[in-house]
């Protein structure tokens, strides 16, 4: 059966699960896929990033405390964030990737960071 690559079309030669005629045309492809496809999703992936620089910058030690006023300060969005966990105490943090917040009183926050 002829096969032909997956990105640019062209006839493939050789084994048969090969998908593409070349390693630039497998990069090329991937990286197409891989590419934020909306201008929303950059948006929104672009201020994740930048909270999670931000959490990252604060919390060097793994576990600290900040300020909201801090973060604010810094440019942090409190719209965003990767996932939320409930503990079992009745504790809420926010996370971006491994690095998370909780809320503590008058506007101080938990700074911590995800064992993976
Ligand atoms: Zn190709």
Redesign the pocket.
Known sequence: MNKT??????K?VGREDKK???D??RNAYNNKINKDSTNFMRNINNKLRKNYRILSELNIEGKSKTTRAKLLSKGFDFEFFTNILQTKTGNTYYFLYDQGYMVLDNDFYMLVKKDI
Do not use: M, R
Not at 5 to 10: I, K, Q
């Open positions: 690559c997956l990105e640019c079309g062209e493939i593409f005629c070349s630039g045309c």
